[in-house]
C-alpha cells in the first residue's frame, strides 16, 4: 500500500510540471476580504426574493431521486446482464451538468431538463449500489422460501428485508448529492439556488451569497426532518405537482435531436448548404473529422483532466491524512474535536463545484482553483470518514502516550487500507469533477464541451462527451483492479 | 434381494417412504449408497451420524420424493430477521398465494391470515410476539417460529435438518418437544444422540452415506454408537 500510494504521489508531483497554477487576477487578496466580510454578515433579507429557488432546488432533487430510484431499481434486477451493466457504467461516467447540456437543447432551461439531469445518471448509480448491495447481503433467508414461489414474492420476502435498511441509507445519502447536483445546476441556468448564487458572487453581492450559502447548509443539515423516509411520498407528490405546470416534452424536438442535431457535422453538410437538411452519409469525412476533434480539442482536454485529477488525487489523500487525527477522539479533547468536525461538515456539504467557482473568482481560472476545490471537499469527507473508523479503534493500555507515535504505530496503519480504498473510489468522482470543472474557464474536456454547446455544435460536444465517458470508465475500471490487487475495501466504511 | 412388502402395514397406517437399494451422487461423489427404507405415518425417526455421512442428503430425498406432503423445518438462519414472526410464518405459504396478496399482506396483515396463523402462535406460546421482529429474539424463540413456518406450511411430514444445533440444550428440548406434539410423521437430523434416543421411537445411524443401523433407541446400545461416529 506504501508503494501505492508512494507512486501516486510520484504522479501527481510529475503532472504538477505540466499544470498551470498560475494566480491571473491583479488583486488576488483584497477580493478575498470583501468576500470574507461579506460571509460574516449574510443578508438573510435577500432570501425572501428567491425562495422558488430554493422550492426548486428541493423539487428538482426530489423528483430526480425518485426516478432514479425507480429506474435504478429495475435495472438492478437485470445487473448481471452485462449489457444493463455496460450502460449503467456509462450512463453515471456522465456528469449531471453534462446531462443537462445535453437535455437543454430537446427541453430547453425547463424543470423536466433539471430532473432528467439528476434522474439518468442516479439510474445508473442506484442500480450499481442496489445490485450490490443484493449481491453481498446475508441469501440464507431465501432457502426457507418455498421453492415454487414466484419471483416477486421471493423477492418481497426473502430479499427486500434484508437490504431494506442498507438501500434506504445509501439513498438518503444519494439524496443529499441529489440537492448538491441541483444547487449547482443553477450555475448553468436552471432556476435553483446556484443560479442566485453565482449571479451574486458575479455581482459582488457577498452578504447576499453568504446569506444563499448558510441557508443552503440549513436546508441539508435538515434532511431528516422534512424528508422522512416513511412520509417521503407526501413532499415527491407536492415537487412534481409544483413543477408539473412548467414541465415541456416534445416527441418533435427528442426526433430532431437524435436524427438530425447531433449528427456529425459532414453528414448534415451537403444539406445544411442545400437548405433541405438532408442527411448525407460519407463515411470517410466523419471518420476525418471525428479524428480532427479528438486531436485538437479531445486530447488536449483528456490531458487536462488527467493533470488535475492526479495532482487533485494526492492532495485529498494528503490533506485528509493530516486532517482526520484533528477529528479523532484518540488525538484531540472534546470541543476542538467538536470545531473540526463542523468545518468538515461545512467544507464537504459546499460541493466542488461552488468552492471552484469561488477560487476562479478570487485568482482567474487555472488549475489552481480546482485543484483546491476537490481536494478540499474530498478531503474532508475522506478525513470524516477516517477519524470515525480510527475512534473505532480500540487501544491498549500500554499504547504510545505521544501523539505522533500514537499516530504513526497505531491508527494510521489500522485505517489506511479503509482510506486509500475510499480514495480510490473517489477517483471516478473526482475524474468527473475534473472535467466539469473546465466550464470555470480551465482546459479541461468540460470546457472543450461547454465551448461547443456555446457554438450549437451538439454534434462536438456528444463527442467530446463520450470521450469523458470513456475516460471515466477507464479510471473506474483502473480503481477497482487497484482496490482488488491490494485486497482493500470501503466496506467497514459503508456499514458504519 | 428382501421380498417386497405390501404397500400398507399391519397398523393400517400408510407407508410414507419407501426406498429400494437408492443411490444419490453429487458431482461423482457417492452422497447416499445402497439406501434402504421404509417409514410409516406417524412414526418419528432420528438420523444420526457424524458430519458428511449423508444426513442432508437423505433427508432432501425424501422432500423431493413427495414436496407436497412436506415441510421442512429450517434452521433459524433461514428465517428473515428484519420481517416480524407473523410474516415469517407465513412465508410457510407464500407459494400459495398471488404475489399481489402476499405485497398487500407484507405492508398490512390480512385478517383472514392472521385468524390462521394465531393459533399456531398459540402452540408455540408466543401468541405475544406476533409484531415481534425475529431478529430481536433469542435463538429458541427463532427456533420455534421456524417450526411455526413448518406447521403453517401443512402437510403429513416434518423434516427438520439439525433444528436444535445452534440454540443451547434447554431450549432446544422445548423446540423438540414441540415438533414431536405436533402429531405428524416427523424425520429429522439431529446432531445430539441424546436427544435422538428422547425424543425418536426410530434411529437411522448413517456412516459414510450407507446405513450402519436402523431400530429403537431401546435396542441401541452404547457400542454401537461409538462405533458410528468413532469408525466413520
Redesign the interface.
Known amino acids: 500500500m506504501l508503494k501505492t500510494s508512494l507512486i501516486f504521489i510520484g504522479l501527481a508531483l510529475a503532472a504538477l510540471c505540466f499544470a498551470d497554477l498560475a494566480i491571473t487576477t491583479l488583486h488576488p487578496w483584497m477580493e478575498l476580504g470583501r468576500m470574507l466580510r461579506g460571509m460574516a454578515t449574510p443578508d438573510f433579507m435577500a432570501l425572501l426574493g428567491i425562495w422558488r429557488a430554493f422550492v426548486n432546488t428541493v423539487a428538482f432533487a426530489l423528483c430526480g431521486t425518485f426516478l432514479g430510484v425507480a429506474a435504478g431499481l429495475v435495472l438492478a434486477f437485470f445487473f448481471e446482464y452485462t449489457p444493463v451493466r455496460l450502460m449503467c457504467a456509462f450512463i453515471r461516467a456522465i456528469h449531471e451538468i453534462f446531462w443537462a447540456f445535453i437535455i437543454l437543447p430537446i427541453v430547453g432551461l425547463t424543470p423536466t431538463c433539471g430532473v432528467l439531469a439528476i434522474a439518468i445518471p442516479y439510474a445508473g448509480i442506484f442500480a450499481k449500489v442496489y445490485a450490490e448491495i443484493r449481491q453481498e447481503s446475508?441469501q440464507?433467508?431465501l432457502?426457507?422460501?418455498?421453492?415454487?414461489?414466484?419471483a416477486?414474492?421471493?423477492f418481497?420476502?426473502?430479499s427486500l428485508?434484508?437490504v431494506?435498511?442498507d438501500m434506504k441509507h445509501y439513498t438518503a445519502y444519494r439524496f443529499e448529492c441529489a440537492l448538491r447536483s441541483s444547487a449547482v445546476l443553477g450555475f448553468i441556468g436552471l432556476p435553483t439556488l446556484g443560479f442566485h448564487l453565482e449571479t451574486a458572487f458575479r455581482e459582488g453581492h457577498y452578504t447576499k451569497a453568504a446569506a444563499i450559502l448558510c441557508a443552503f447548509y440549513l436546508l441539508i443539515a435538515s434532511i431528516k426532518y422534512w424528508a422522512k423516509p416513511r412520509f417521503i411520498l407526501i413532499p415527491i407528490v407536492f415537487a412534481f405537482l409544483f413543477l408539473s405546470k412548467e414541465i415541456y416534452f416534445s416527441i418533435d424536438n427528442v426526433r430532431r435531436f437524435f436524427t438530425y442535431d447531433i449528427l456529425p457535422w459532414p453528414m448534415r453538410r451537403q444539406g445544411m448548404l442545400d437548405g433541405t437538411r438532408a442527411v448525407a452519409y460519407p463515411w470517410k469525412d466523419v471518420g476525418a473529422w471525428v479524428l480532427t476533434v479528438f486531436q485538437q480539442e479531445g486530447l488536449e482536454g483528456v490531458w487536462n483532466t488527467v493533470i488535475l485529477t492526479q495532482i487533485a488525487l494526492a492532495l485529498t489523500g494528503v490533506l485528509a491524512v493530516v486532517s482526520f487525527p484533528l477529528a479523532c477522539a484518540h488525538f484531540m479533547g472534546r470541543i476542538s474535536r467538536q470545531i473540526v468536525h463542523w468545518i468538515l461538515i461545512v467544507v464537504r456539504t459546499t460541493p466542488e463545484y461552488i468552492l471552484a467557482y469561488v477560487f476562479v473568482q478570487l485568482w482567474g481560472p487555472s488549475m489552481l482553483p480546482a485543484v483546491l476545490a476537490i481536494a478540499l471537499h474530498n478531503g474532508a469527507i475522506l478525513s470524516y470518514l477516517s477519524s470515525q473508523n480510527a475512534d473505532l479503534v480500540e487501544l491498549r493500555v500500554d499504547a504510545p502516550k505521544k501523539r505522533n507515535n500514537r499516530y504513526l504505530y497505531e491508527i494510521l496503519p489500522r485505517v489506511y487500507g479503509q482510506f486509500l480504498a475510499f480514495l480510490f473510489y473517489r477517483w471516478e468522482v473526482m475524474m468527473r469533477e475534473s472535467a466539469i470543472l473546465g466550464i470555470l474557464g480551465i482546459y479541461t474536456l468540460g470546457f472543450f464541451i461547454d465551448s461547443a454547446f456555446a457554438d450549437h455544435k451538439l454534434d462536438k460536444a456528444i463527442i467530446l462527451i463520450l470521450i469523458t465517458a470513456v475516460l471515466n470508465m477507464g479510471i473506474d475500471t483502473v480503481s477497482q483492479v487497484i482496490r482488488r490487487r491490494l485486497k482493500i475495501s470501503t466496506k467497514l466504511v459503508t456499514s458504519t | 434381494m428382501k421380498p417386497v412388502t405390501p404397500i400398507r402395514n399391519i397398523k393400517g397406517t400408510d407407508c410414507l417412504f419407501e426406498l429400494q437399494h437408492v443411490n444419490v451422487s453429487y458431482a461423482q461423489n457417492p452422497a447416499l449408497q445402497d439406501i434402504t427404507l421404509r417409514i410409516q405415518e406417524g412414526e418419528t425417526v432420528a438420523v444420526i451420524g457424524p458430519s458428511g455421512a449423508g444426513k442432508s442428503t437423505l433427508l432432501n430425498k425424501l422432500y423431493e420424493m413427495r414436496p407436497d406432503d412436506c415441510a421442512f423445518v429450517h434452521q433459524q438462519y433461514a428465517l428473515v430477521p428484519q420481517l416480524s414472526v407473523f410474516h415469517n410464518i407465513y412465508i410457510g405459504q407464500l407459494d400459495r398465494r398471488t404475489a399481489w396478496y402476499n405485497l398487500l399482506n407484507l405492508i398490512r396483515p390480512r385478517k383472514p391470515v392472521v385468524d390462521e396463523v394465531m393459533p399456531i402462535l398459540d402452540t408455540l406460546g408466543m401468541s405475544e410476539k406476533i409484531s415481534a421482529k425475529v431478529g430481536a429474539l433469542s435463538g429458541g424463540q427463532q427456533q420455534r417460529v421456524a417450526v411455526g413456518r413448518a406447521m403453517y406450511r401443512g402437510g403429513k411430514v416434518l423434516l427438520a435438518d439439525e433444528p436444535v444445533s445452534s440454540i443451547d440444550p434447554l431450549q432446544g428440548e422445548a423446540v423438540l418437544d414441540l415438533i414431536v406434539d405436533t402429531g405428524k410423521t416427523v424425520i429429522m437430523a439431529l446432531h445430539s444422540v441424546t436427544f435422538a434416543r428422547r425424543f425418536a421411537e426410530r434411529i437411522i445411524g448413517l456412516c459414510a452415506g450407507r446405513i450402519r443401523f436402523d431400530s429403537p433407541p431401546s435396542q441401541l446400545t452404547q457400542e454401537d454408537i461409538d462405533e458410528l461416529y468413532l469408525t466413520c
Open positions: 446475508d440464507r433467508p432457502q426457507g422460501i418455498p421453492a415454487a414461489s414466484s416477486m414474492s421471493r418481497l420476502y426473502g428485508p434484508v431494506y435498511q
